[in-house]
């Protein structure tokens, strides 16, 4: 009788937790720049079965006195950089236990913030985060990495090419490179036009995106010549290499936040590395040429994705990027939100999956306490995150 008890209750639980998930909207931005009005999006499983006219029915999610879009993305991570136990940048003495520990806490922020997918870029270790997560060992957000990035010492063109596949076999999801200096030493070029063309043709010729940082038009250009998918940082870039990119549809990931976070924890940063006193000055230098950048950037409708480069201190305030992108940097609150949805998952080669809330899409979405088109601060105030169908946060 118990046995026959247990399996009525596991039937019903299996029964209820089939049933539609039904979310009550008042305003919903659809990731692509449309913005709906009094829809329910229903939900089956781990996707948006529908997006129709609301009704008087029940809803399993009430968000009408809030802001509903898609799940947000960061092209631009770094999920296992944190402060050590002394509060400081240096992960070097830990052990893999701190070290592994310190990153799930990373992702747990990150989707706590809104973050439903991101792009991590550097570390080896990132593939297995990356698969706890999406085997649901762990909450964190959807993570594609590249392992780890090859540079100016990877060898030669041949070598190089060689060293792309070992990545791929490793299971990395896109190739990263170093095409220059950081900001921090100046930003030239360091990889020739040669190893830069042999990383992306080689990275293209096995299917994948190759995400270049290059942070001035030395390095950059070469790297839009050569195919590469996108130029993260373009701190310094000319309008030459610009309309290269327009032509080509390579994608811009500005990361104007990155400096920003540096400067706000220049002690728990200062004396590791070359974060050195001559490199923040170099970096505050560098914030005004980055922010014209952007500016041109816009001008000349160059395909501008939304990435933090998120390290240390970073993580879990991912959206400060939104706002400096509008404040400063010119773009509008609906260009920006769209970079992190529908514009990203472009970048990304996930359009048919997210970044957009449609039919047979991935349920992520989020919810906001205000209207950010009004009032772009209002990413700070994240009150509902769903991801594959799954409810993490319900504050509101």
């Known amino acids: 009788m118990r046995a026959l008890i247990c399996l009525a209750v596991g039937a019903a639980l299996g029964f209820a937790q089939s049933q539609p998930v039904v979310i009550q909207t008042g305003t919903v931005l659809d990731g692509k720049g449309a913005v709906l009005k009094n829809v329910r999006i229903v939900i089956e499983g781990t996707k948006i079965a529908r997006v129709e006219p609301g009704g008087s029915g029940p809803a399993t999610y009430d968000l009408r006195h809030v802001t509903v879009m ?112 950081s900001i921090r030493d100046g930003g030239a070029q360091t990889m020739t036009d040669a190893q830069i063309q042999a990383a992306c043709g080689e990275a293209t010729a096995l299917g994948k995106r190759s995400v270049v940082h290059a942070h001035a038009s030395g390095g950059a250009k070469a790297a839009v010549l050569a195919g590469c998918t996108s130029v993260e940082h373009g701190s310094m870039l000319d309008n030459e290499t610009l309309d290269l990119m327009v032509q080509h549809g390579t994608f811009l990931d500005p990361n104007v936040s990155t400096t920003h976070n540096y400067l706000e924890h220049k002690k728990e940063y200062l004396g590791i ?13 560098a914030l005004p040429i980055r922010l014209e950048t952007l500016h041109r950037a816009l001008a000349r409708h160059v395909k501008i994705v939304f990435g933090t480069d998120a390290t240390a201190g970073a993580h879990g305030r991912n959206a400060e990027e939104f706002i400096y992108r509008v404040h400063d940097g010119g773009q509008s609150p609906m260009e920006a939100l769209v970079s992190a949805n529908a514009r990203a998952a472009e970048a990304l080669r996930l359009s048919d999956s997210v970044g957009s809330i449609a039919p047979g899409m991935q349920a992520d979405l989020i919810a906001i306490d205000g209207d950010p088109l009004k009032d772009i601060t209002a990413v700070r105030r994240v009150v509902f995150v769903m991801k594959a169908g799954k409810v993490y946060r319900n504050v509101h």
Do not use: C
Not at 126 to 145: F, H, N, V
């Open 273 to 285: 590395g070359n974060y050195t006193e001559e490199g923040f000055a170099e970096m505050e230098k």
């Open 70 to 181: 898609p799940g947000w993305i960061d092209t631009h991570d770094h999920i296992g950089w944190h402060f050590n136990r002394e509060n400081r940048a240096d992960m070097t003495k830990e052990t893999p236990a701190e070290f592994a520990l310190n990153s799930a806490g990373n992702a747990y922020a990150t989707l706590m913030a809104g973050f439903t997918t991101i792009q991590s870029l550097g570390a080896l270790t990132d593939r297995d985060l990356r698969d706890l997560i999406g085997r649901g060992i762990l909450p964190g957000p959807r993570i594609l990495t590249s392992l780890a990035p090859l540079n100016e010492n990877s060898g030669t063109p041949e070598q190089i090419r060689a060293l792309v596949r070992e990545r791929v076999r490793q299971g990395a999801d896109a190739i990263k490179l170093f095409a220059t200096k």
